[in-house]
């Protein structure tokens, strides 16, 4: 029988006191929410632990503080949370120690008690055993649901499963299944689509993925090293040197799609007046911002023609209207397809936002750094602490 990660259906709740690490790092300006997403992507895990008549104690992290700071409180999240949940949510002045210790002691099945910022205490990011150990003291099980910081080998998403019995909560199983699936098991053509700024961020995840795909697109400035590689004269686009001699053998896999033509402007401005060139013909002036009209149609039918695709990094400057469209064409057809379409985090998933087709994507990653790891086929600590099951 197959391995899986144990999750929260594989525990018994009822009654038990649920330690849950979410990812609630929401950005904040002037200490209000932007955007509640993250916060929203914990329910179903709440509701579940809370349905089947357990009590929720929450531990997050928000931002980098250095020690204790007001700025970084949990507070607007438990505030957010309550209004979501329709539910009381208490925020512990802490995570560990006596006065939380009591408040937890106290919880009821139904209940919800969100922790303090974990990061307040420098034992978090060193995951310390002592500090994973007292957060595990606070409860009876623990669930890591925070996927965007499961790359990351801290107390609170690694160190504590050694104390507790411990699974995945629905939102990190939903990225296992749809990032694990996409790469492991695909339906062909099976397509990748990278994008962003230099190759050698993505070398990693270009060696993951290129023995498994049936093709690479590539586009955004990541492009320029590769024709800068084959001779092309790229002006004066962003070029990553030190990666120009590994692009180069790249080159050779006939797998690897470049596009074959750019918008270039003279200038990386929102006012610049954007003009095309072949793939050959950037002037010395000029600077490529985003893949070219050509190059977008094309990339659009090789992904209308593939049964799964995932993408990571924008095709060109998509935060400025004139260098959007390539960025915009992949994400169109992505919505059009009618295969598996994964959106691997980060600027592409805030790009899907953008232009309004999340939600007729398969599914985005809610990971950032943590879908580029887990992609890259790296181990991600906070997932590995979880045990496997047979399932
Ligand atoms: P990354 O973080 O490596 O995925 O890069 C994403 C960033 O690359 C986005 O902010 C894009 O605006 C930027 N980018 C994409 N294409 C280009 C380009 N042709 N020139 C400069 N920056 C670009």
Redesign the pocket.
């Known amino acids: 029988m197959a391995l899986k990660r144990r999750s929260l259906t594989d525990l018994t709740i009822s009654g038990q006191k649920v330690l849950v690490r979410c990812d609630f790092n929401v950005p904040l300006e002037n200490g209000v929410i932007t955007d509640d997403r993250r916060i929203v992507e914990s329910l179903p895990t709440l509701r579940y632990i809370l349905d089947k008549g357990g009590s929720a104690i929450l531990m997050s992290h928000l931002g980098r503080p250095k020690g204790v700071d007001p700025k970084f409180s949990l507070s607007p999240v438990a505030e957010r949370l309550s209004a979501l949940l329709n539910l009381p949510v208490t925020l512990a002045p802490d995570c560990v120690e006596s006065e939380v210790e009591k408040l937890c002691a106290g919880l009821q099945p139904g209940q919800v008690i969100l922790l303090e910022n974990v990061r307040f205490h420098p034992e978090e990011e060193a995951n310390d055993p002592v500090f994973s150990a007292k957060l595990a003291s606070l409860g009876d099980l623990y669930i890591n649901d925070a996927f965007g910081t499961a790359h990351r080998a801290h107390a609170s998403t690694a160190g504590i499963a050694a104390y507790l019995p411990s699974a995945v909560g629905y939102l990190i199983q939903k990225e296992l299944k749809f990032l694990g699936d996409a790469v492991d098991q695909p339906r062909h053509p099976f397509i990748a689509i990278l994008?962003?700024?230099?190759v050698h961020?993505k070398i990693q995840l270009i060696e993951n993925l290129l023995p498994k795909v049936d093709q690479l697109l590539v586009g955004?400035?990541m492009a320029?090293t590769f024709e800068k590689a084959r001779g092309h004269s790229v002006g004066k686009?962003?070029l990553d040197t030190e990666s120009l001699d590994y692009a180069k053998k790249l080159m050779e896999n006939p797998k690897l799609v470049l596009p074959t033509d750019y918008v270039c402007a003279n200038a990386?401005s929102a006012e610049a007046t954007p003009v095309t060139c072949s793939n050959n013909g950037i002037p010395e002036d000029l600077?490529?911002?985003?893949i070219g009209p050509q190059s977008s149609q094309h990339y659009a039918k090789i992904i209308l023609d593939a049964k799964t695709v995932l993408w990571n990094?924008?095709?060109?400057?998509?935060?400025m209207k004139p260098f959007e469209a390539g960025t915009k064409a992949v994400a169109k057809a992505m919505a059009e397809s009618s295969g598996t379409t994964i959106v691997g985090g980060?600027?592409s998933a805030a790009a899907v936002e953008q232009f309004g087709f999340a939600d007729q994507l398969t599914h985005i990653s809610t990971g950032g750094g943590a879908s580029l790891e887990f992609l890259e086929g790296r181990v991600l600590p906070g997932i590995v602490a979880i045990p496997l099951i047979e399932g």
């Open positions: 994008g962003g700024a230099k961020d955004g400035a320029f686009s962003l990386f600077m490529g911002l985003d990094g924008p095709m060109g400057v998509f935060e980060g600027d």
